[in-house]
């Protein structure tokens, strides 16, 4: 359960309740990708999710407007620094402010992607950058990262609606802040429906700053996915493609299902296949697969045990095999 802390606000005799909560997991095992002759045995940090601590909190500005923000903080719980690579910010997870109404929320500043945040729906292990074949070949360079960019945008506006008979949407934008390059800007469409056991998501994106370089390539992405809950057996499946103005096309196909069978315990299984097109007119794929076991002890921790499979054209396979634990607070 989160924690609350109480602060008086500019020595007024109103109080803010501020909200103190995060996630901390770790995982062991063996992680090889396709192509790499060795598993590299470690004590990996996050897991099936990525370890962070947060702080909210909200004020109510009258006439339905309320005040909110957001300071998350990812950490490497193995090593005990702050962010998922030493490159990251204080508050890398979402630093923003912003106000809420009854005509729906816009916030400022640094802002976790809803492209990546709903794929925590579309695949049975979450947004893991580990384990689920969804996020890692859509986001993690060393399975090829189909999508450019970071899971996480800096500079941003986003406006989204209120909820209507199951529908959600947002309008994200993201200012590139570079010199002379006024066009230099990230923009991202992206709604959600639910209907009882159903979910479906649709999500489109054009990224033109990245983190991994000054200037990229303007990139086009979409995703689209459902889910479905039928009781013994859940459903999922989705698809993703992107087009680079000078560069690899991509498409994916992605299905898993998980399957509780016990009041505790759950089976996930999913698959991703990828088919990149080169700009030579070279066609490669890559498959991805993870078959695994959760096990709740609680509400708020639980144990897990993943084994991965990864394959891409003329290179060797890769096989991951892990056991982790993760706790919520």
Same mark, same amino acid.
Not at 248 to 256: E, M, N, P, Q
């Given at each position: 359960?989160?924690?609350? &802390?109480?602060?008086?606000?500019? !020595? *007024?005799?109103?109080?803010?309740? %501020? *909200?103190?909560? !995060?996630?901390?997991?770790? +995982?062991? !095992?063996?992680?090889?990708? #396709?192509? *790499?002759? *060795?598993?590299?045995?470690?004590?990996? @940090?996050?897991?099936?999710?990525?370890?962070y601590l947060g702080f909210r909190g909200e004020e109510d500005l009258g006439n339905g407007l309320k005040m909110i923000f957001s300071l998350e903080s990812f950490f490497r719980p193995d090593t005990g620094e702050q962010g998922r690579t030493p490159a990251d910010p204080l508050f890398s997870r979402n630093a923003w402010v912003g106000v809420d109404s009854a005509y729906g929320r816009v916030t400022l500043g640094r802002q976790t992607n809803p492209t990546y945040a709903v794929m925590s729906q579309l695949s049975p292990f979450g947004s893991s950058v580990v384990f689920s074949p969804l996020a890692v070949q859509s986001f993690v360079a060393a399975y090829? #990262? =189909?999508?450019?960019?970071?899971? %996480?945008? =800096? $500079?941003?506006?986003q406006y989204s609606t209120p909820e209507l008979k199951g529908l959600r949407g947002s309008v994200l934008y993201g200012t590139g802040e570079v010199p002379g390059h006024t066009g230099q800007a990230n923009l991202g469409v992206h709604g959600t429906y639910r209907d009882g056991? +159903?979910?479906?998501? &649709?999500?489109?994106?054009?990224?033109?700053? $990245?983190? =991994?370089?000054?200037l990229p390539e303007a990139q086009d992405s979409w995703l689209a996915g459902a889910n479905y809950d039928f009781g013994p057996l859940k459903l999922y499946g989705s698809a993703a493609g992107t087009r680079i103005d000078s560069g @690899?096309?991509?498409?994916?196909?992605?299905?898993?299902l998980s399957v509780p069978v016990s009041a505790a315990g759950t089976l996930l299984l999913e698959g991703a296949r990828s088919r990149i097109d080169l700009p030579n007119g070279v066609e490669k794929h890559r498959t991805t697969t993870? +078959? !695994?076991?959760?096990?709740? &002890?609680?509400?708020?921790?639980?144990?897990?045990?993943?084994?991965?499979?990864?394959?891409?054209?003329?290179?060797?396979?890769? $096989?991951?095999?892990?056991?982790?634990?993760?706790? @919520? +607070?």
């Open positions: 359960m989160a924690a609350m &802390l109480t602060c008086l606000v500019a !020595g *007024e005799a109103s109080a803010q309740a %501020v *909200e103190v909560y !995060g996630l901390i997991g770790v +995982f062991a !095992g063996s992680v090889q990708r #396709s192509g *790499e002759r *060795e598993g590299t045995k470690q004590l990996g @940090a996050g897991g099936l999710t990525t370890s090829g #990262s =189909n999508i450019i960019g970071d899971t %996480v945008w =800096n $500079n941003t506006v056991p +159903f979910m479906a998501a &649709l999500s489109m994106q054009r990224v033109r700053i $990245n983190v =991994n370089r000054p @690899a096309d991509t498409r994916l196909y992605d299905a898993g993870s +078959f !695994g076991y959760d096990h709740r &002890l609680s509400k708020r921790t639980d144990v897990y045990a993943v084994y991965s499979y990864d394959k891409k054209t003329d290179a060797s396979s890769g $096989n991951t095999v892990a056991f982790g634990i993760r706790h @919520a +607070f």
